[in-house]
Nanobody, 127 residues
Framework: QVQLVESGGGLVQAGGSLRLSCAASGRTFDNYGMGWFRQVPGREREFVAAINWSGDTTKYADSVKGRFTISRDNAKNMVYLQMNSLKPEDTAVYYC????????????????????WGQGTQVTVSS
């Protein structure tokens, strides 16, 4: 099993930046892809970004392209989401997730394709 803990959320003004972190433990971290999702009450969980097991391939939702950057440090068992030029519509609870498939060569963007989830961290962007 894998345990994930997100941190780094908070309140920022529109146009500001935040860096979210996800600490992983339990299984061999560098064998699995990771993703970031976000959710607003009453809405479906939304894909934000994904990174493959080795960290050399990334994928982003159209709504965050050019503003968000996902990265990972396998030596530290950490995944990051750098969020720049934040907008009020970015307000949500952000979750990190670990893929189930060992060293899968593709990047997944559906929430039900990930098996392990963190508890979430709140990001609020004021206008």
């Amino acid at each position: 099993q894998v345990q994930l803990v997100e941190s780094g959320g908070g309140l920022v003004q529109a146009g500001g930046s935040l860096r979210l972190s996800c600490a992983a433990s339990g299984r061999t971290f560098d064998n699995y892809g990771m993703g970031w999702f976000r959710q607003v009450p009453g809405r479906e969980r939304e894909f934000v970004a994904a990174i493959n097991w080795s960290g050399d391939t990334t994928k982003y939702a159209d709504s965050v392209k050019g503003r968000f950057t996902i990265s990972r440090d396998n030596a530290k068992n950490m995944v990051y989401l750098q969020m720049n030029s934040l907008k009020p519509e970015d307000t949500a609870v952000y979750y990190c997730a670990a893929d189930l498939v060992y060293r899968i060569p593709t990047l997944r963007s559906s929430w039900n394709e990930y098996i392990y989830w963190g508890q979430g961290t709140q990001v609020t962007v004021s206008s």
